[in-house]
Nanobody, 126 residues
Framework: QVQLVESGGGLVQAGGSLRLSCAAS????????MAWFRQAPGKEREFVTG????????YHGDSVKGRFTNSRDNGKNTVYLQMNSLKPEETAVYYC???????????????????WGQGTQVTVSS
């Protein structure tokens, strides 16, 4: 069992930055592929970025490449999402998720993930 708790959300102006954190419970955290998703009002939850257990493999959604950075510290059971050059359309609830296994390109699919956090609100003002 893994419990995930996101933090770091808030209000930021367009062009600004935020750093989200996701703290995980459980001794097997380092075995999980970790990802960030986001869901804007009235829209589907979408994949943002994902990172392998060892941090060697990182995937980004096309819209965030070059602006968002995903990292993890297995010693602290925490993953981080550094978001730069934020845009108003990126206002959403951001969720952390954990998957035991990833096959092929399934990392971007919601159904791949076994555990989810409660989400943290990010609001980008124009």
């Amino acid at each position: 069992q893994v419990q995930l708790v996101e933090s770091g959300g808030g209000l930021v102006q367009a062009g600004g930055s935020l750093r989200l954190s996701c703290a995980a419970s459980g001794r097997t955290f380092s075995r999980y592929f970790m990802a960030w998703f986001r869901q804007a009002p009235g829209k589907e939850r979408e994949f943002v970025t994902g990172i392998s257990w060892d941090g060697d493999t990182i995937y980004h959604g096309d819209s965030v490449k070059g602006r968002f950075t995903n990292s993890r510290d297995n010693g602290k059971n925490t993953v981080y999402l550094q978001m730069n050059s934020l845009k108003p359309e990126e206002t959403a609830v951001y969720y952390c998720a954990a998957a035991r296994t990833i096959s092929g390109s399934s990392y971007y699919l919601r159904g791949t993930y076994d555990y989810w956090g409660q989400g943290t609100q990010v609001t980008v003002s124009s």
